[in-house]
């Protein structure tokens, strides 16, 4: 069973940095892929970026690009969201989720297994 635990968000203010964690656990990373979504209130969930494991390759949606880094240690099962210079517009719960293919999408179907968020919240 995987299982797929975010932590790190928490109330900033805006232009302060943050580091976002999903632990991952159930079985090998091997050949998946994991992404980050966020979902703020009252709105659908948006792609915001994803790695592979195999190889670290990276995307990201054009709303963050520049100003969130994706990336993960091999050791310890954990994908990180760095996030800077933090808008009140990216207040959202974001999750993390598995695609078991290890394709680079920002396409949320394409994931099959979700964690269950970690609150961010900007103060302007």
């Known amino acids: 069973q995987v299982q797929l635990v975010e932590s790190g968000g928490r109330l900033v203010q805006a232009g302060d940095s943050l580091r976002l964690s999903c632990a991952a656990s159930?079985?090998?990373?091997?050949?998946?892929?994991i992404g980050w979504f966020r979902q703020a209130s009252g709105k659908e969930r948006e792609f915001v970026a994803t790695?592979?494991?195999?190889?670290?390759?990276?995307h990201y949606a054009d709303s963050v690009k520049g100003r969130v880094t994706i990336s993960r240690d091999n050791a310890k099962n954990t994908v990180y969201l760095q996030m800077n210079s933090l808008k009140p517009e990216d207040t959202a719960v974001y999750h993390c989720?598995?695609?078991?293919?290890?394709?680079?999408?920002?396409?949320?179907?394409?994931?099959?297994?979700w964690g269950q968020g970690t609150q961010v919240t900007v103060s302007s």
């Open positions: 790695i592979t494991w195999n190889g670290g390759y990276t």
């Open positions: 989720a598995m695609d078991r293919t290890g394709a680079l999408s920002g396409y949320e179907k394409r994931y099959s297994y």
């Open positions: 159930g079985r090998t990373l091997s050949n998946t892929a």
